[in-house]
């Protein structure tokens, strides 16, 4: 289990910093132009959460989104 932190400006340490911080495994990055921090007790789930961001891409499609119907059920 992982926590992430947006933070408000920019990491006086720099952007891809790893460690330790209180026993907890940290790593600063940039993602989506801001600088987030991927905090957790164990150092593999931190950086699989970090490899999520730095692969994830959202995309906006012409147009707005899709229509999408109303709930309807089987009664």
Do not use: E, H, K, Q
Not at 17 to 23: D, E, I, L, M
Not at 29 to 56: C, M, N
């Amino acid at each position: 289990m992982v926590s992430v932190y947006v933070l408000s400006g920019p990491a006086r340490i720099g952007d891809g910093w790893s460690g330790t911080s209180r026993g907890l495994n940290v790593r600063l990055l940039r993602a989506a132009g801001r600088y987030v921090a991927v905090v957790g007790g164990s150092a593999a789930d931190v950086a699989a959460a970090a490899r999520a961001f730095a692969s994830t891409v959202a995309t906006a499609r012409p147009g707005g989104l899709p229509r999408v119907d109303r709930f309807r059920p089987n009664c």
